[in-house]
């Protein structure tokens, strides 16, 4: 679900907090992946929290913010 939705050029965010750590590690892994060989980026937004931007999509600096702020650990 998570490369169907970054393939049709939606970010996503992925929140692994409270995920096992080899399982998150693994997620982690398929995503930078997925972002590296589709040219996009992948970033920490806070602690466990990663935003998956296509290459074709920009998030605003507002929009980053949001995202830290929502109540995430951080």
């Given at each position: 679900?998570v490369?169907?939705?970054?393939?049709?050029?939606?970010?996503?965010?992925?929140?692994?907090q409270?995920?096992e750590?080899?399982?998150?590690?693994?997620?982690?892994?398929?995503?930078?992946?997925?972002?590296?060989g589709?040219?996009?980026?992948?970033?920490?937004?806070?602690?466990?929290?990663?935003?998956?931007?296509?290459?074709?999509?920009?998030?605003?600096?507002?929009?980053?913010?949001?995202l830290?702020?929502?109540?995430?650990?951080?």
């Amino acid at each position: 679900e998570v490369a169907d939705k970054y393939k049709g050029s939606v970010p996503v965010i992925l929140n692994l907090q409270g995920v096992e750590r080899d399982l998150s590690r693994r997620i982690i892994d398929f995503a930078s992946g997925l972002c590296y060989g589709l040219g996009g980026q992948m970033e920490r937004v806070a602690n466990q929290v990663y935003l998956l931007t296509p290459s074709n999509v920009e998030v605003s600096q507002e929009e980053r913010r949001r995202l830290h702020d929502r109540g995430y650990d951080a």
